[in-house]
């Protein structure tokens, strides 16, 4: 055989290997269906009626009527969802990190939803997606705009992996499968959740359930799984587990995180029992008329910090994937100019960016550089 033969068979093999590995992975991707006591405790659940869990709030998704004017919206406008430039990412510092501050809050936003929180000295990871693509396939889905801040294998110990519901911008195998062999904390997650990662090889001992105002506590540190206007589902939206908003209290210092969520009145009820916070945050983007219920719009987003009586708003779910027909940037205009409108306190850090939330950095529009 030709050595150009060798050559060519060779460069036809490795992408042929790679979608097949791809593939191989996908079922496993979706991951598992509850059963035995943790269906049984989710039947128990206030939220599950009629086979699967549902909204305080009546929440629509997207009607199948609407997927020819979504489909065409989708053609147009291509460029303008996507930035123009290098997102500039920050890699965070080992050495703060290091140190978490025993007295105050802070943030380090890693892109989308993924948040490192160090409240009063304890570290919480939220909805942690190192993924290049959030899809159940390597191949094939929506992918990453911007490149991770930093390592997984860098963070520091954690004291606890915060999980919001299934989706996959939120919920990530390979990255829980890293972290399971990486960190020694408990991954705590709404009720049914569990299952996936079982099925992922977490172990069952580090598997912390919760339904809506249950709670967890280790030490000073205390989370709480408090209601959300969501859905969920891996291979249908089908409900099948239930999705949270969530709770961080340490002994005086809390934070809230919205995890997706339409606005409802129920924040106001979270703000009363378990407000004021330090920082709260909002998911503020892959918002559309088409899904109303689901996702908040930037201005909901301001309401919904006053409602919880939050301090600082930091502003996530937006920049890192694009899943949304509005343009890229379009979030934090409308975000800054709602803040302003109302006075509210607001940090929009770059990705892999740390907010101290007491000494916030001034807005500085980074993102109209690269829109």
Same mark, same amino acid.
């Given at each position: 055989?030709?050595?150009n033969?060798?050559l060519?068979?060779?460069?036809?093999l490795?992408?042929?290997?790679a979608?097949?590995?791809?593939?191989?992975?996908?079922?496993?991707a979706?991951?598992?269906?509850?059963?035995g006591?943790? %269906?049984?405790?989710?039947?128990?659940?206030?939220?599950?009626?009629?086979?699967?869990?549902?909204?305080?709030?009546p929440?629509?998704?997207?009607a199948?009527?609407?997927?020819?004017d979504?489909?065409r919206?989708?053609l147009?406008?291509?460029a303008?969802?996507?930035?123009?430039?290098?997102?500039?990412v920050?890699?965070?510092?080992g050495?703060l990190?290091?140190?978490?501050?025993l007295?105050g809050?802070r943030?380090? !936003?890693l892109?989308?939803?993924t948040?490192?929180?160090?409240?009063?000295?304890?570290?919480?990871?939220?909805?942690?997606?190192?993924?290049r693509? +959030?899809?159940?396939s390597a191949a094939?889905g929506?992918?990453?705009?911007?490149q991770?801040?930093?390592?997984?294998?860098? %963070?520091?110990?954690l004291?606890?992996v915060?999980i919001?519901h299934?989706?996959?911008?939120?919920?990530?195998m390979?990255?829980?499968r890293?972290l399971?062999?990486?960190?020694?904390?408990?991954?705590v997650?709404?009720l049914g959740?569990?299952?996936?990662?079982?099925?992922w090889?977490?172990?069952?001992?580090?598997?912390?359930? %919760?339904?809506?105002?249950?709670? !967890?506590s280790?030490?000073?540190?205390t989370l709480?799984a408090?209601?959300a206007?969501?859905?969920?589902g891996?291979l249908?939206?089908?409900n099948?587990?239930?999705w949270?908003? &969530?709770?961080?209290?340490?002994?005086?210092?809390?934070?809230?995180?919205?995890?997706?969520s339409g606005?409802f009145?129920g924040y106001?009820?979270?703000?009363?029992?378990?407000?004021?916070?330090?920082?709260t945050?909002?998911?503020?983007g892959a918002y559309?008329?088409? &899904?109303?219920?689901?996702?908040?719009?930037p201005?909901?987003?301001?309401d919904?910090?006053?409602?919880?009586?939050g301090?600082?708003?930091v502003?996530?779910?937006w +920049?890192?994937?694009?899943l949304?027909?509005?343009?890229?940037?379009e979030?934090?205009?409308?975000?800054?100019?709602a803040?302003?409108?109302?006075?509210?306190?607001?940090?929009?850090?770059?990705p892999?960016q740390?907010?101290?939330?007491?000494e916030?950095?001034?807005?500085?529009?980074? &993102?109209?550089t690269?829109?």
């Amino acid at each position: 055989m030709k050595l150009n033969d060798v050559l060519w068979r060779s460069a036809l093999l490795v992408p042929a290997v790679a979608l097949v590995r791809a593939a191989w992975d996908v079922p496993a991707a979706i991951g598992g269906r509850p059963s035995g006591e943790r %269906l049984e405790r989710m039947r128990r659940s206030k939220q599950y009626r009629d086979g699967r869990f549902q909204n305080s709030v009546p929440a629509s998704v997207v009607a199948a009527a609407n997927a020819p004017d979504i489909g065409r919206e989708m053609l147009r406008d291509r460029a303008s969802r996507r930035p123009s430039r290098p997102v500039p990412v920050v890699t965070p510092s080992g050495s703060l990190l290091a140190a978490p501050p025993l007295d105050g809050v802070r943030v380090t !936003w890693l892109g989308h939803a993924t948040a490192l929180l160090e409240l009063e000295g304890r570290r919480v990871l939220f909805d942690p997606v190192w993924g290049r693509r +959030c899809s159940p396939s390597a191949a094939i889905g929506p992918q990453r705009l911007h490149q991770v801040p930093m390592p997984l294998e860098s %963070l520091p110990p954690l004291d606890a992996v915060v999980i919001s519901h299934d989706h996959y911008d939120h919920l990530d195998m390979r990255t829980v499968r890293r972290l399971a062999a990486s960190q020694r904390a408990p991954f705590v997650v709404p009720l049914g959740v569990g299952a996936h990662l079982e099925r992922w090889g977490v172990p069952p001992s580090r598997i912390v359930e %919760l339904d809506w105002e249950e709670s !967890w506590s280790e030490g000073t540190l205390t989370l709480t799984a408090t209601a959300a206007r969501h859905f969920s589902g891996r291979l249908r939206q089908d409900n099948s587990t239930l999705w949270a908003s &969530w709770v961080v209290a340490g002994r005086e210092r809390r934070a809230f995180y919205t995890g997706d969520s339409g606005y409802f009145d129920g924040y106001r009820a979270i703000g009363e029992q378990h407000g004021p916070f330090d920082v709260t945050l909002v998911q503020v983007g892959a918002y559309s008329p088409y &899904w109303p219920d689901i996702h908040m719009t930037p201005e909901e987003g301001v309401d919904t910090h006053l409602a919880v009586r939050g301090g600082l708003l930091v502003p996530v779910h937006w +920049c890192t994937f694009n899943l949304a027909l509005h343009s890229w940037s379009e979030p934090m205009e409308r975000l800054t100019a709602a803040a302003r409108e109302h006075d509210v306190r607001l940090a929009v850090p770059r990705p892999g960016q740390t907010v101290d939330a007491g000494e916030p950095p001034a807005a500085d529009h980074w &993102w109209r550089t690269v829109a």
